[in-house]
């Protein structure tokens, strides 16, 4: 490889960051059951001490994604911990995400609920998340909403969509100036005929009525087969309207798969737009990457660290694109020299030089390998089998 492709692979991998979620390094699983792992995390204590590790092996998670309910069961209250964590384990806590998806009184929806009280409390809790990422100094609120229906006729969807409007602007006004409200979709489960933020269109109109620091959260799992995420991602680009990601792979629905696992070619597309973004425009958009998944079979960490090694790989394999070459066969319509000048750069080998480029960061070459031979696993395996309770999230 010429030195200028090393120095683009090296540029990519210095700014690359992915925020690793709290969740998914506790036991969780599918509505069918869970399969509990002895070394999953029991305490907010044990995510943070996981999360760091990854952190330590890979150079690139400096922080870690809240789910409120799960982490801060107290609210406000549990802030003072939350920053003792931070300051022990060398890492941050990063967006803070509310949950009005889990408790009994949502049972027919949060901010969509028919019932204007429960439709209040919705709204009182993600305003205490505001509050929550204030005193963490968090940038991004990023709810995700469960509100649909399960049958036809049940729910009027026009009232819904004004509920949501009305909600969303109301989170939006408590807002500090540094804050952004990240808003998610997902086109079902668990409602199962209609869900009221179902793609990138409903997330785009609602955040726009919300408010200028209101943007789309793409989590790669939420759409439906062969959608072509990378076009959505040109279009929220295109609209300054992509706020962030949530990253896994995904063969049937929101199947929580490591990142790549089933197609590492659509994961390099996806990044290729937010270089290619860059390239035109001289600025890279300010994107949160983060993952969301919750592995019920590999082991937690280990998942963890394959995902962003993975997303590492693909992020800099994506960097060596030639945007003017392209641009140019794309004008001329040359298309199979267009199609082959991006394939190329998804064929290359770039593990090498992430090697090296992990050795001249201090960081061990093989992250796996490091975390088996650090002892780590060994450790909390024994140690959470001696504290044994499973306080862990439920799998949402
Ligand atoms: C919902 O499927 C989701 O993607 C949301 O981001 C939640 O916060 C997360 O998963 C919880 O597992
Ligand atoms: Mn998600």
């Known amino acids: 490889m010429t030195e200028k492709l090393e120095g683009l692979i090296y540029k990519a991998l210095d700014t690359f960051k992915i925020e690793v979620p709290s969740w998914g390094f506790a036991n969780t699983g599918t509505r069918f059951g869970k399969f509990l792992?002895?070394?999953?995390?029991?305490?907010?204590e044990d995510k943070f001490s996981d999360a760091a590790q990854v952190h330590t092996l890979t150079g690139s998670c400096p922080t870690i994604a809240l789910h409120v309910?799960?982490?801060?069961?107290?609210?406000?209250?549990?802030?003072?911990?939350?920053?003792?964590?931070?300051?022990?384990?060398?890492?941050?806590?990063?967006?803070?995400?509310?949950?009005?998806?889990?408790?009994?009184?949502?049972?027919?929806?949060?901010?969509?609920n028919p019932d204007p009280e429960i439709r209040q409390r919705a709204l009182d809790h993600i305003l205490e998340c505001v509050k929550i990422?204030?005193?963490?100094?968090?940038?991004?609120?990023?709810?995700?909403?469960a509100d649909g229906s399960n049958y036809p006729g049940t729910q009027n969807m026009r009232s819904h969509i004004e509920w949501f409007e009305a909600g969303l602007k109301k989170v939006h006004e408590r807002l500090s100036p540094t804050q952004?409200?990240?808003?998610?979709?997902?086109?079902?489960?668990?409602?199962?005929?209609?869900?009221?933020?179902?793609?990138?269109?409903?997330?785009?109109?609602?955040?726009?009525?919300?408010?200028?620091?209101?943007?789309?959260?793409?989590d790669t799992g939420h759409h439906y087969q062969a959608q072509n995420i990378e076009q959505i991602v040109a279009w929220l680009l295109h609209h300054?309207?992509?706020g962030g990601f949530h990253f896994n792979d995904r063969r049937y629905a929101d199947d929580d798969l490591t990142l790549g696992s089933m197609d590492p070619y659509q994961v390099f597309r996806i990044f290729h737009e937010l270089h290619n973004f860059a390239w035109q425009t001289g600025r890279y958009a300010d994107i949160a990457f983060m993952i969301d998944q919750s592995h019920n079979l590999k082991g937690k960490i280990e998942a963890m660290i394959q995902t962003v090694c993975t997303a590492q790989e693909l992020y800099a394999k994506s960097a060596l694109v030639n945007h003017g070459q392209l641009a140019i066969l794309q004008k001329e319509c040359t298309l199979v020299e267009a199609e082959e000048c991006l394939r190329s750069a998804f064929w290359e080998d770039?593990?090498?030089v992430v090697r090296k480029w992990r050795k001249d960061r201090g960081l061990p070459q093989d992250p796996l390998r490091a975390l088996r031979e650090s002892g780590y696993l060994e450790r909390i395996t024994a140690d959470r089998k001696k504290r044994g309770v499973d306080s862990s999230a439920t799998y949402a």
């Open 37 to 44: 792992q002895a070394a999953a995390a029991i305490t907010i």
């Open 240 to 242: 300054q309207m992509i």
């Open 350 to 352: 770039v593990r090498p």
């Open 69 to 112: 309910q799960w982490d801060l069961p107290r609210g406000m209250q549990d802030v003072a911990a939350v920053r003792a964590l931070e300051e022990k384990y060398g890492i941050r806590g990063g967006s803070i995400n509310p949950n009005v998806f889990q408790d009994q009184e949502y049972k027919y929806g949060s901010l969509g």
């Open 133 to 145: 990422a204030g005193a963490l100094e968090c940038r991004d609120i990023s709810p995700w909403f």
């Open 180 to 218: 952004r409200l990240l808003v998610e979709y997902k086109p079902f489960e668990p409602a199962f005929y209609h869900t009221d933020i179902a793609d990138w269109g409903m997330a785009f109109l609602l955040a726009r009525a919300a408010g200028p620091q209101a943007f789309v959260l793409v």
